[in-house]
């Protein structure tokens, strides 16, 4: 005699092969391709320099250390949940760090920025205990007024020329590696040489650093972040030390904004006060470009960049313009694609070139 199942019980699905494994990652076959466009795009961009003018390699320079900027700021806000609108503070230590080693200490360009990286690092450990005491508004305030009064202490170094700034001397470039080797190869002035030197080394950052991020947000304390972000009781109940995580996101983000305000100030040869503490050049510009883009995203601050480039290279010659267009565009993103133009192209369409969530497969073996 044959029972029948009770139609109350759920059917219980077949359990996997005793031979079956399970693999979990985060690469799909779209990221692989891009990898792959990605060497190539960066072969081609190592190479521009033989072909390109020298205006060009100064824009490209510019975007690099703006995307720079960008991925690290998104890290540490998107990521860390560490709204900061003081991020010009490291730019403009980093930059006067230099200006000392090189003036002051008569370092070559390459030391000083190391040095410069390392600097910065040591005052944001020191500042950060302060701001860290700060939440939400009141740290992204905390953060600005920090930098306004690191802004004030440089400007009272009359060595490194107080209020007015002061300018590198032509001679200090001849110390950049592969400077003369740039001049024999491309058969080029000092100048050029060095804008194409400095080139490289911004391209060189650049690539370190996405590829930097992208592996630590897939990394269990880029997972351990996250969750100190979206709930930090529920992350430190089970063991999770949000505060020593995002303390040393804090320093390292610093050290490495602090090497860009440095290497930007070496192409620039020029510093001051007022421009290497800028709020508009080294924080809005950054917001804005992840805003726009997408926040917690690696290809996000790649989009809003190039955006930027293109608003500045057509409409700066109307002056002040481009920012009225900048908050226009900044506003409209924020008000119908609250994640951003990538962000919401990935959600409709699925598209990661840098996926950073990890799916599960099965592989059953024979």
């Not at 077949?14 to 076959?29: K, L």
């Not at 070559?108 to 005052?123: L, W």
């Not at 700034?165 to 740039?182: E, H, I, N, R, T």
Request: glycine share 10%.
């Amino acid at each position: 005699m044959m029972l029948d199942r009770p139609q109350h019980l759920p059917l219980v699905a077949d359990p996997a092969p005793a031979n079956t494994v399970w693999r979990a990652t985060s690469e799909t076959r779209l990221s692989r391709v891009a990898r792959i466009a990605g060497l190539a795009a960066l072969a081609g961009l190592i190479l521009l320099p033989a072909i390109a003018p020298r205006t060009l390699l100064q824009d490209l320079f510019f975007v690099f250390t703006i995307l720079t900027l960008a991925q690290l700021w998104n890290v540490l806000a998107g990521w860390g949940g560490l709204v900061s609108v003081g991020q010009q503070a490291f730019v403009g230590l980093g930059a006067y760090v230099l200006f000392a080693a090189i003036g002051l200490g008569s370092l070559d360009p390459v030391s000083s920025i190391a040095i410069a990286a390392v600097a910065t690092a040591i005052i944001a450990a020191l500042i950060g205990p302060l701001l860290f005491r700060l939440e939400g508004p009141y740290f992204a305030i905390g953060s600005w007024v920090a930098a306004e009064s690191l802004r004030l202490v440089c400007a009272q170094f009359k060595s490194l020329g107080g209020g007015t700034g002061m300018s590198l001397q032509s001679s200090v470039y001849s110390s950049l590696p592969g400077l003369k080797s740039v001049q024999n190869l491309f058969g080029v002035r000092p100048a050029i040489a060095r804008d194409i030197v400095l080139y490289w080394i911004a391209l060189a950052i650049v690539v370190v650093v996405m590829l930097a991020i992208y592996r630590f947000v897939k990394s269990r304390h880029g997972l351990a972040l996250a969750a100190s972000r979206d709930n930090d009781r529920a992350a430190g109940s089970v063991g999770v030390r949000t505060d020593r995580i995002r303390f040393a996101l804090w320093v390292a983000v610093a050290g490495m904004t602090g090497a860009i305000g440095a290497l930007a100030y070496l192409q620039k040869a020029r510093i001051s006060p007022d421009a290497a503490f800028s709020v508009t050049d080294w924080t809005a510009y950054v917001l804005f470009v992840v805003i726009i883009g997408g926040v917690r995203t690696i290809e996000g601050p790649v989009v809003g960049v190039m955006i930027l480039w293109g608003l500045i290279f057509y409409l700066s010659q109307y002056g002040s313009l481009y920012l009225l267009v900048l908050g226009v565009i900044a506003i409209l993103v924020m008000l119908f694609m609250p994640k951003g133009i990538w962000g919401a192209a990935s959600h409709r369409w699925n598209v990661q070139l840098f996926p950073t969530q990890r799916r599960l497969f099965r592989n059953a073996y024979h």
